[in-house]
């Protein structure tokens, strides 16, 4: 089945890589971050990597490879989301799919939900297939559910800081920090060290305060290093409340099309793509150290 739709997932790949950067990818000597990913999703397609990119089933292979679950607890998990309707529920939860991103609901303290809306939203979100829309392997075999899961707070009662680890050939080499991913969305780059990185996502504004480690940065690294180890590339992402849990995994950060500023970050992080004896330094330069 992957062999017949590989050209229709050629013409997704370089379609959507072209409506977003205005150029064609170089698919067969790619240089740039953006084009490794372009070409990991036509030729890196292993079975492990619909695992990954299913929010359950993620779930105990990282806890074979941890030894235990390192994930908020699961409340429930369904495909219809009328199906919730009559649980014992906690007061505050998330609602999510297992299958895409940016399809979540967020319930807090007091508020209620409206089932009926709120599962023609789902449905919806259900619906969606991404490799289709974006050539994406390891989406097409998952079964689309819905899940409730344990909300994560930080210690004011605001939405947890993300951590998200970019591991290269099983090493951490740079840290992608987010804050109020809901409200006044900002982000910072940062080395394995925790130093600040002359990186920003173009389109968000630069995080201006200064940043503490979190107390189990090292703890974090270990584990993130640990799920990548196999791995070229490996996104492997933390949400930080009183403590940090795991999110997710992710395979193909911003489907590929991440838009750097400097532009000359997309190369640096192509380098670490390409040859396992790169460090990111300090500078966001790519350096051969080992």
């Known amino acids: ?13 370089r379609r959507g ?3 977003m950067t205005g150029v064609s990818p170089r698919l067969f000597k790619p240089s740039t971050f953006n084009e490794h990913v372009q070409r990991g999703k036509l030729l890196q397609r292993q079975k492990i990597y619909t695992i990954y990119a299913d929010k359950l089933a993620v779930r105990e292979y990282v806890a074979r490879v941890l030894g235990y679950d390192a994930f908020p607890k699961i409340i429930w998990s369904g495909r219809h989301l009328e199906d919730l309707q009559g649980e ?11 299958h895409s991103w940016r399809t979540q609901m967020i319930v807090r303290s007091g508020e209620k939900i409206d089932f009926d809306e709120a599962a023609q939203t789902f449905e919806k979100w259900l619906a969606n297939d991404h490799s289709i829309k974006t050539g994406e392997y390891q989406y097409r075999w998952i079964e689309p559910q819905v899940f409730a899961e344990e909300i ?35 982000r910072a780059y940062l080395t ?12 968000y504004e630069r995080l201006e305060e200064s940043l503490e480690a979190p107390l189990e940065l090292a703890e974090m690294i270990k584990i993130a290093e640990r799920i990548s180890a196999n791995d070229k590339f490996l996104r492997v992402d933390f949400m930080y409340g009183e403590r940090p849990f795991l999110a997710e995994l992710t395979l193909r950060p911003g489907s590929g099309t991440v838009s750097f500023d400097p532009p000359s970050a997309d ?13 990111l330094a300090e500078s966001g330069k790519a350096k051969r150290v080992r």
């Open 152 to 186: 994560i707070l930080r210690p004011d009662r605001s939405l947890p800081d993300e951590f998200n680890f970019f591991c290269f050939h099983g090493r951490v080499q740079m840290i992608e920090f987010h804050r109020g991913r809901f409200s006044k969305h900002i």
């Open 267 to 279: 190369f640096e992080l192509g380098k670490l793509w390409s040859d396992s004896r790169m460090d």
């Open 1 to 13: 089945m992957d062999l017949l739709l590989l050209p229709n997932d050629y013409l997704a790949v």
């Open 17 to 19: 890589y072209q409506e």
């Open 192 to 203: 394995r060290d925790f130093k600040r990185l002359p990186i920003i996502r173009s389109g």
């Open 88 to 98: 014992k529920l906690p007061s505050e939860y998330v609602l999510k799919t297992n």
